[in-house]
């Protein structure tokens, strides 16, 4: 049976190479005798899986020598409290509204500090992003939350904003959740980035938290241990049990991603072409089909998630069964949002997204 290409916001498709190892070494990793979940986290076998994770993934992303790379769980939106807790002295942060997900972030930060909109989108549904120069910055904010690609309206920043430029000298954290490891990292004007692992890097149960050295250590004293970076930090993410498996999982990917290779390009590089090819296929035809559109301005275009509307909204359920039976999966938008939403993560070929764009001009052709 063919595989079916499975556009799913999350959860999402891993690559079948990733799933094909994983189900090889299921009983017995590496002539150990034993497979991965079963491993004492700090047996040497688990440590070199960890090791060569953390590794893989500082080169992959490029990650300065001054950030520490913890893996952590509770998801993203457990850090919408653990990034308050850790950074925010109980004193007032910034944030950006520019969807759901950051307009969570901004209300579960108001639980340990003073959260202030400095701006948002919402006059636009979400379907722009507000001017980084127009951004009402505050004097005393002890950081600066964006959420890098939303993952239900559709938005990305393709660039991330120069807080220092715009008068601000909080260090600035991102929501990269949904994105990461799909393009590089410009480390210069990030001081946290953190990103749930259900995405782009493997399964869910493990986070993905990246943070400066200077910014750990000012925990509140209310922030459980677990949760307190510098404490990870100090156990190389081994205070608690870890998510084992996650780990192992990601691991995998992470060295997917490194054997991915276009031209000269490999790696994020060659992944981030790969993802701007298949993005630019899906909103060509966005753009030219009068049956279909997207609503985001085209200078925030997710490359990632691309919500999108047919012309006649009773033909949804028609549109998602003749897809289904195609192999094409998990179309459905957002229910806040509605339409339809294709995610085109790492692990979905262009071939995946040419297949989606047939289909499209075929089910159009079944409305004349
Ligand atoms: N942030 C973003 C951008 C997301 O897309 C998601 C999940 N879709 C989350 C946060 C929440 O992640 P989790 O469910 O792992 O807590």
Redesign the pocket.
Known sequence: MTRPFNFS??PAAMPLEVLQQAAAEMTNWNGSGVGVMEMSHRGKEFISIYEQAEADVRELLAVPANFKILFMQ?????ENAIVPLNLSRGQSIDVVITGS?SE?SYLEAGKYCTAHVAASSADSHFTSLPAAEQWQLSHDAQYVHI?T???IHGVEFHTLPDLQALGSEAPLVI?F??HVLSRTVDWSKVGLAFG?A??NIGP?GV?LVIVREDLMGHALRSCPSAFDYQVVAAHGSMYNTPPTYSIYMAGLTFQWLKRQKQGELSGVAAMEHQNIAKAKLLYDFLDNASFYSNKVAHDCRSRMNVPFFLADESRNDAFLAGAKALGLLQLKGHKSVGGMRASLYNAMPIAGVQALVDYMQAFEKTQA
């Open positions: 916001a999350g509770g998801g993203g939106l457990a997900w969570k959420c690609n939303e993952t929501d959740s949904s749930g259900q995405k869910a986070t």
